[in-house]
């Protein structure tokens, strides 16, 4: 190892793969290094010091991509004396002392259970001159007491827990992540308490299992007083903090991701729609509508139970869009099993979808089971499927022509929003609205309400002059991060890449943030 640059401030640059929670957690990673006197390499115009990779294990090609990206970086580490190099995230915890040996120009490794020791390990890297690898197997902190740099100063993740007792046979995140454990209501609502304060106006309560909420505290009788006062009407704990984020005075949008069929009941659906400020969106993991594929997936519903739910969420909320995810080609698909999919696909008219082609999971049971599909296989499935479901959303969408929606403006959604002249934000069913940019100048976090022109597949088009501008605590939370006096001129066309919590990348996963 060299000698550290002596340049001021060190620099940093977090690339982040995977779901949603190591979004998150990405945020934390950077509070941290930010908190020890780091500075952000974009921010300062420089390269970085220090690059931090937080990584995702849920793909098969997982591993090669980061070798890949390390070998990349190997040339650049020999000419920049001081610069470091770091592993995180799941992939970290599943290979520990692997990533060393094949790249034995990083520094640190570390693992999903002791992000907040990322600072202390790359000052003893630097100061003994050798790696350092410390990978915890259960959880030391939990992650939200850890300093935190936001990404949006308008919408944030709320981990509301971590880890998963689920034994899905596709997914090895339960073994990387551990096993649920749950904050207590009032830290929750006091970290949204404080994002609201601050200008926060939706937030988005995160967990591996997130409806699953609760059961981290074991039997009723030993869990927190806050927690039984809850529960005490005998609705779910997570039906219960979904009401209490609706006596949030502020909190404008309250959403969450990602549920489990099997844990989703009667009183969640009840909280959603009888709390104002629960968006109607719900992302609501399939993976697949065959009842023998569920089973091999050790997935505890079945069809009938899946659409019950859909049916009953619709019923309760006539406008709710419904997401999900969906697996094609896992090992012993049949055609009919495929056929179930697309049937369960056309009754719940999803208004999108994250399709996966199956691949193989190192260290999960459905890598080695029999009746592996062909590659051609489940390429064709997986076209009959995308079709299938582009003709849906596209049908959906054309059901929003003439609604008139309020739109919390963002900044980074669209990408030819400065060719069209258009700004871009989301519903508050979360689809995606470009609109025509108001004489008036608006922030990311104000509220525009415009009248739906035009729908296609993926996004909806609002051209017609805004029918009203709201600004917002938020857009003013906005304005102040970027150095602008109050009632500046708003966003421009074009507009930057740091916003509201970004959408799970769709080759990150089978799943969202894994039901």
């Not at 997401?323 to 056929?339: R, S, W």
């Not at 049937?343 to 049971?365: C, D, I, L, M």
Request: charged share 25%.
């Amino acid at each position: 190892m060299n000698a550290p640059m002596e340049t001021g401030a060190r620099t940093y640059e977090i690339r982040t793969y995977g779901c949603q929670m190591n979004v998150h957690d990405s945020e934390r990673l950077s509070g941290l290094l930010e908190d020890a006197g780091y500075v952000r390499a974009a921010e300062a115009g420089a390269e970085p010091d220090v690059v931090v990779f937080n990584t995702c294990a849920v793909r098969e090609n997982a591993d090669n991509r980061l070798y890949g990206n390390l070998g990349h970086l190997r040339p650049v580490k020999d000419g920049r004396p001081g610069m470091q190099i770091a592993v995180g995230g799941c992939l970290a915890q599943k290979d520990r002392d692997t990533i060393v040996r094949r790249a034995p120009w990083v520094d640190v490794v570390f693992g999903t259970h002791n992000i907040g020791s990322l600072p202390v390990l790359l000052e003893r890297a630097r100061v003994r001159e050798e790696a350092q690898v410390e990978i915890e197997e259960s959880l030391v902190t939990f992650p939200s007491t850890l300093p935190t740099r936001r990404e949006s100063p308008y919408a944030a993740w709320v981990s509301i827990s971590v880890g998963c007792n689920n034994t899905c046979t596709f997914c090895i995140v339960p073994s990387l992540r551990g096993k649920e454990r749950d904050r207590r209501p009032g830290e929750i609502l006091a970290e949204i308490e404080a994002l609201v304060a601050d200008g926060v106006q939706e937030i988005t309560l995160l967990g591996q299992n997130v409806n699953a909420y609760g059961s981290g505290f074991g039997s009723l009788a030993t869990a927190p007083g806050e927690v039984r006062e809850m529960t005490a009407n005998g609705q779910s704990a997570f039906a219960g903090l979904l009401r209490a984020c609706g006596g949030v005075e502020g909190l404008e949008r309250v959403r969450f991701t990602s549920p489990h069929p099997k844990d989703f009941t009667d009183d969640v659906i009840a909280a959603m729609a009888e709390t104002p400020n629960v968006m109607p969106s719900l992302h609501m993991p399939l993976q697949s509508g065959s009842d023998p594929v569920l089973k091999a997936m050790r997935r505890s519903y079945r069809q009938e139970r899946y659409l019950g739910i859909i049916e009953k969420v619709r019923a309760a909320i006539p406008d709710a869009a419904i997401t999900t995810d969906i697996i094609v080609g896992f090992p012993g698909e049949t055609e009919d099993d495929f056929e179930q999919t697309l049937h369960v696909v056309r009754e719940a008219r999803f208004s999108s979808a994250f399709t996966f082609q199956y691949s193989k999971r190192p260290g999960t049971p459905a890598a080695t089971m029999d009746g592996q599909i062909p590659k051609e296989v489940v390429q064709a499935r997986y076209e009959r499927l995308i079709a299938l479901q582009e003709e849906i959303s596209w049908a959906e969408n054309k059901k929003q022509l003439g609604r008139a929606v309020e739109v919390l403006v963002a900044e980074g959604e669209g990408r030819k929003d400065g060719a069209t002249r258009r700004l871009s934000g989301r519903a508050p069913d979360n689809r995606l609205v470009h609109f025509a940019a108001p004489d008036e100048p608006v922030r990311p976090g104000d509220m525009v309400t415009v009248e739906i022109t035009y729908a296609a597949p993926h996004h909806l088009v609002a051209d017609k002059p805004a029918a009203g501008i709201r600004r917002t605590r938020a857009g003013d939370a906005w304005e102040a991060r970027q150095g602008k006096p109050d009632g500046a001129a708003g966003v421009s066309l074009g507009m930057p890449s740091i916003g509201r919590p970004a959408a799970p990348p769709s080759t990150a996963s089978a799943c969202s943030t894994c039901p």
